[in-house]
């Protein structure tokens, strides 16, 4: 959620103030541009950026458009929202493959932008899309470099084509030559080529990068750039652009950064797009950048298409169909919640998916509150039960449940309410399958709707089944009785009301005088 999180807030603030117009004055749109500006400025956006915004903003909200909407603050958030994909760079730009394999793709930028793990993750990420990706150890001059793409190679599940131990050793412009040879020989479809960086901008870091760029004529050069990095963006990348020239943008670190100037600032000054985006620590978490899916986040205006592309991702249909069917059969377990759980994980971070939402932004507080490591304590617990514990957690008793908390480290009032929960999960989940509607924990059952309780049928509600036979029995014959002791309703002193079995017991007239009799 820390994604543009600054920004997202101060705009939405701001349209919150325009909903109450029913007509838009040029004050009220001066009033906006200005806060629409300090938002920029505040989220490290260039100021040649932020002028060129605003003025845009402005000169259409000032238009007959406007004047003659409707509803004039959503026209506003629509221009501001059109606004924002322009500067993010308009239409989303995917990777142009060589026409005859293999696709060198190139990766410069300064040292700490996170080169080498965006190495692993666009090889992993190729890698699902069906091509077969070798990574390059090009960067020889940091320490360790080489060790840490081969760690990030293995990881990812990708061949790391490294000939030298590096740290100081060894020609980066011969290691990209001899990767080409290797990759055509061994039928590697793309090749990508980790570069060395630098602390700062400099002559010898642009001199290497060219002479890589020159020895391998890559299709693609993939800046790599911190997007924590604010203002110096601006000047890393017009820097680059002058001296090694490339073909994309890939924002790195993402996720920590609240403001997101970096991002709204490269594509605008350099004319180049931004193609991906690292979104966390992990090898998944890398996606192509769409500047209006990123524009609607900024503006809480959700971005649903993402949401449902990872869902795909990580959802198989024939397991879902299965799943329901046991829903509906009542045979729903704690495996099959296991499993679930299990592809959740899969599609991604809980937090990033929920930001997704529209309107996300005003639950910030409970998603940044929200602790991921729930699930992993929730796993643990039903990996610590039996298979048999699994199907039937009918059967966990207290001796069962101690032994579970202390395999899955947890308490045993954890595991207590993973029970509880999961039973009300399924009994919510049957009753949706059958088409009724669930009745939610502390509210009653909804008006003219099929869920909650039954309503009790004639002859008193049916009674659970006790499990001891002695108690059954006796309760089996009280019930026996049950309907001669109902006829003597009324009489406190031991008389049978009059009956087919008892013909000489009062009747109601006469227990009616004996009443009044005692009453005097």
């Given at each position: 959620m820390a994604q543009f999180g600054s920004l997202s807030d101060?705009?939405?603030?701001?349209?919150?103030?325009?909903?109450?117009?029913?007509?838009?004055?040029?004050?009220?749109?001066?009033?906006?541009?200005?806060?629409?500006?300090?938002?920029?400025?505040?989220?490290?956006?260039?100021?040649?950026?932020?002028?060129?915004?605003?003025?845009?903003?402005?000169?259409?909200?000032?238009?007959?458009e406007v004047n003659k909407a409707l509803n004039p603050a959503q026209q506003v958030v629509q221009i501001v929202n059109e606004e924002l994909v322009g500067i993010l760079g308009g239409q989303q730009r995917r990777l142009e493959f060589a026409k005859r394999p293999p696709t060198v793709i190139m990766l410069a930028g300064l040292q700490g932008a996170g080169k080498t793990t965006l190495a692993g993750k666009l090889g992993k990420w190729l890698k699902k899309d069906g091509h077969t990706p070798m990574l390059v150890a090009a960067d020889l001059q940091r320490p360790n470099a080489v060790q840490q793409l081969q760690v990030v190679g293995e990881q990812a599940g990708v061949h790391v084509f490294a000939p030298e131990p590096g740290n100081g050793v060894g020609d980066p412009v011969k290691v990209a030559k001899n990767a080409i040879k290797a990759a055509v020989d061994q039928q590697y479809d793309t090749v990508i080529v980790d570069t060395a960086g630098r602390l700062g901008v400099?002559?010898?870091?642009?001199?290497?990068?060219?002479?890589?760029?020159?020895?391998?004529?890559?299709?693609?050069?993939?800046?790599?750039?911190?997007?924590m990095i604010g203002q110096d963006a601006v000047a890393t990348a017009r820097a680059f652009q002058e001296g090694v020239d490339f073909t994309g943008v890939v924002l790195s670190k993402l996720d920590g950064d609240a403001r997101g100037?970096?991002?709204?600032?490269?594509?605008?000054?350099?004319?180049?797009?931004?193609?991906?985006?690292?979104?966390?620590?992990?090898?998944?978490?890398?996606?192509?950048?769409?500047?209006?899916r990123m524009a609607s986040r900024i503006l809480d205006l959700g971005d649903i298409l993402s949401l449902i592309e990872q869902a795909q991702q990580a959802f198989d249909e024939d397991?879902?169909?299965?799943?329901a069917e046991k829903i509906a059969s009542d045979s729903f377990t704690l495996n099959d919640f296991l499993e679930q759980m299990q592809q959740l994980r899969k599609a991604g971070s809980i937090k990033g998916m929920l930001g997704m939402l529209p309107g996300a932004k005003g639950m910030r507080e409970a998603l940044d509150n929200f602790d991921e490591g729930e699930i992993v304590r929730t796993e643990a617990i039903i990996q610590s039960m039996t298979k048999q514990e699994r199907e039937l957690p009918k059967l966990l008793n207290g001796s069962r449940r101690l032994r579970i908390a202390k395999g899955s480290g947890t308490t045993v009032t954890e595991v207590n309410a993973l029970v509880n929960r999961f039973e009300q999960a399924a009994k919510m989940m049957k009753t949706v399958a059958r088409g009724g509607v669930p009745q939610m924990p502390g509210m009653g059952p909804i008006p003219g709707m099929h869920g909650g309780k039954k309503k009790q049928q004639q002859g008193g509600a049916k009674k659970k089944k006790v499990g001891n036979p002695a108690k059954r029995a006796a309760l089996a014959s009280?019930?026996?009785?049950?309907?001669?002791?109902?006829?003597?309703?009324?009489?406190?002193?031991?008389?049978?009301?009059?009956?087919?079995?008892?013909?000489?017991?009062?009747?109601?007239e006469e227990m009616q005088s004996l009443q009044k009799f005692l009453g005097r």
């Open positions: 101060r705009l939405t603030e701001t349209f919150r103030n325009l909903r109450s117009k029913g007509r838009l004055s040029p004050s009220d749109v001066d009033g906006t541009v200005r806060e629409i500006r300090r938002a920029l400025l505040d989220a490290d956006v260039a100021l040649e950026v932020v002028k060129s915004f605003t003025a845009a903003v402005r000169e259409r909200a000032l238009s007959d400099d002559a010898e870091l642009m001199k290497q990068a060219a002479n890589i760029r020159k020895a391998v004529d890559p299709d693609e050069v993939l800046f790599v750039i911190d997007a100037g970096a991002a709204l600032s490269v594509a605008s000054v350099t004319g180049r797009p931004i193609m991906f985006a690292s979104t966390g620590e992990g090898l998944d978490d890398f996606e192509p950048f769409h500047p209006d397991e879902a169909r299965k799943v009280g019930a026996a009785a049950q309907p001669q002791q109902q006829a003597a309703k009324g009489s406190g002193f031991g008389f049978g009301g009059a009956n087919a079995k008892n013909p000489k017991a009062p009747t109601e």
